[in-house]
């Protein structure tokens, strides 16, 4: 089984490097399969089918994180439900 990447849907598009320490403005927080041969690469859709082309690939990595939750708990009230739904049944 291949691993999870997060993925953000953001508000508005932003530049690939962001200043240090700064966070893009995130609409809601996606989990995605990662792309076949590869753990951090995201697919193309999410759990919940969106196209992660225009997503932002999270720095959170829930396979470096035993002990948490798939996704960064500062981002919890921006989970996506069906994504959040389709993660537990795993």
């Keep these: 089984m291949s691993g999870i990447v997060v993925v953000y849907e953001l508000d508005k598009p932003v530049a690939a490097d962001l200043p ?41 990595n829930p396979s470096g994180q035993p002990e948490s939750s798939w996704y960064d708990p500062a981002y919890a009230d921006l989970v996506c439900p069906e994504c959040a739904a389709a993660m537990d049944d795993r």
Aim: with cysteine; charged share 25%; glycine share 10%.
């Design 20 to 60: 240090l320490g700064e966070r893009p403005s995130v609409r809601r927080v996606h989990a995605a399969p990662a792309a076949p041969g590869s753990t951090t690469a995201r697919g193309p859709r999410t759990m919940c089918g969106k196209d992660t082309f225009a997503m932002r690939t999270a720095e959170w």
